[in-house]
Nanobody, 122 residues
Framework: QEQLVESGGGPVQLGGDLKLSCQYS????????MGWFRQGPGQEREAVALINVDGSPTYADSVKGRFTISQDARKYTVDLQMTNLKPEDTGMYYCAARTKYYSRCETNPAYWGQGTQVTVSS
């Protein structure tokens, strides 16, 4: 069973920055598209930042200009740099792996990390 291991969550003040990191295996790197999802209190889980099959990023409208997703092909990590954090960014953040096909990535993840909590206080 493949594992995705997140780190970097925690409490942060309004307007602050936080960086999340996810470590995975070569097996995952070769076969899956990586991304970050989050679930706020009482909310559905949503995609925050995704890496597409061509390596380009896609962001939720709510985080555009504030979050940056990056992947390190040597370390098998995917990071989410979050800046200018807002209370509505509070939630559990999950690293996820979506099956990679020749021309697209699967919508629904096949693997999930255990989640890391981000709490933004005003």
């Amino acid at each position: 069973q493949e594992q995705l291991v997140e780190s970097g969550g925690g409490p942060v003040q309004l307007g602050g920055d936080l960086k999340l990191s996810c470590q995975y295996s070569y097996y995952i790197f070769e076969r899956y598209c990586m991304g970050w999802f989050r679930q706020g209190p009482g909310q559905e889980r949503e995609a925050v930042a995704l890496i597409n099959v061509d390596g380009s990023p896609t962001y939720a409208d709510s985080v555009k200009g504030r979050f940056t997703i990056s992947q390190d092909a040597r370390k098998y990590t995917v990071d989410l740099q979050m800046t200018n954090l807002k209370p509505e960014d509070t939630g559990m953040y999950y690293c996820a792996a979506r099956t990679k096909y020749y021309s697209r990535c699967e919508t629904n993840p096949a693997y999930w990390g255990q989640g890391t909590q981000v709490t933004v206080s005003s």
